[in-house]
């Protein structure tokens, strides 16, 4: 593709705001050890119906809507499905966001969060949890300085692992008018869902995903639990179809075997704890993680020097990478990348 030139840029009608966005690059590298998006490596490829590709799928996904409530014991009126919950964190946005309004969140954690509000035309205002430690004091005393129409808060925290725990979460929801969007696409991995307390404050929302735990990321489906007050103003701005048939077969397939998600998940806990065991070992700075990836620190150079070794992790720059807990042998992998890495430091 051409390069446009500064005319070209000149000339384009693009939208002010979006202007300077950079389309999302993914890092696409064959024949590696890819720890570096947080996908499970387990592939649960459930075998799916596709006979009736030839009609538009349910719109409204009653069966897919049927099995989450009745795994999360919630109302199935409380809830929107669709392509991820990337789509969720920009219905939410479509729905509630004219442009000049404030976003709350933390910096460091899931980059979607300001990229989204950016194209909405919103000012994304971040507490800084760059100790690791998401701050909750601070966190609600930006909301009553800002009074933000969106807060967002992943929980666990991607890329740092880091946890609030449940009472501060309710801290929040009762101290601010601010709708409390907790994105908790890692939940699997840890104990401290927030969707039992759904009942007890009308600003909360809760987001959650397939592409984790859950082993789906090829299929995108994520989903938004909420009172039906929020849920009915989003229907107002969600594309029709908006979740294809494969992927509401693909989900329902999955909730049907929930039994082998959660074992696989607890496999997975158990080698978090051993690489990060490892990791400690061998004397790297590396944080306590409620999720399925691990926070560390090490020289500039270890992304390349990992990728020779055949392993992709995703760096952050100013040292810091995130590495996916994959299978056993993915994770043997890892560690003998570092091992080695180490061993050349030495000589
Ligand atoms: C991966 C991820 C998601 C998005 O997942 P989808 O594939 O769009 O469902 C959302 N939030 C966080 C924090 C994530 O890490």
Redesign the pocket.
């Known amino acids: 593709m051409p390069i446009p030139s500064r005319l070209d840029l000149e000339e384009t009608m693009i939208r002010e705001t979006i202007k300077e966005l950079i389309p999302y690059k993914v890092t696409q590298i064959e024949n590696v050890v890819r720890l570096d998006a947080?996908e499970n490596s387990n592939n649960l490829s459930f075998m799916i119906d596709a006979e009736d590709l030839n009609r538009y799928p349910d719109n409204d996904a009653s069966t897919l809507k049927k099995a989450i409530a009745s795994y999360l014991s919630v109302d199935q009126e409380e809830i929107i499905v669709g392509n991820?919950?990337?789509e969720m964190i920009e219905l939410l946005m479509k729905t509630y966001i004219e442009a000049g309004d404030n976003i709350l969140g933390f910096d460091i954690s899931?980059s979607m969060y300001k990229i989204f509000a950016k194209i909405y035309g919103a000012d994304y205002i971040s507490v800084s949890n760059d100790n690791y430690v998401m701050d909750m004091d601070d966190l609600i005393n930006q909301a009553i300085l800002k009074q933000p129409k969106l807060i967002l808060i992943?929980n666990p925290n991607?890329p740092t692992g880091y946890l609030i725990n449940k009472t501060d979460i309710e801290r929040l929801c009762k101290s601010t008018k601010s709708l409390v969007v907790v994105?908790e696409?890692y939940i699997e991995f840890c104990e401290g869902s927030m969707i039992n307390r759904l009942g007890d404050y009308d600003n909360l929302i809760i987001?959650r995903?397939f592409?984790?735990a859950w082993g789906l990321?090829g299929a995108?489906v994520?989903y938004l639990i909420a009172s039906q007050t929020i849920v009915n103003d989003i229907s107002k701005v969600k594309a029709p179809y908006n979740l294809n048939a494969l992927s509401q077969g693909a989900a329902i397939k999955a909730l049907e075997n929930s039994c082998e998600t959660f074992k696989n998940v607890d496999e997975i806990i158990n080698q978090r704890e051993y690489v990060y065991n490892q990791m400690c070992e061998m004397g790297y700075k590396v944080y306590k993680s409620a999720a399925n990836f691990l926070y560390f620190e090490e020289k500039e150079s270890l992304y390349d020097e990992l990728l020779s070794c055949g392993v992709l992790i995703r760096a952050f720059g100013n040292r810091k990478y995130r590495v996916t807990i994959g299978s056993k042998s993915d994770n043997e992998m890892f560690l003998e990348g570092l091992q080695s890495v180490q061993t050349r430091m030495v000589i």
């Open positions: 947080n991820g919950s990337s899931f992943c991607n994105d696409a987001l995903t592409s984790k990321a995108r994520g």
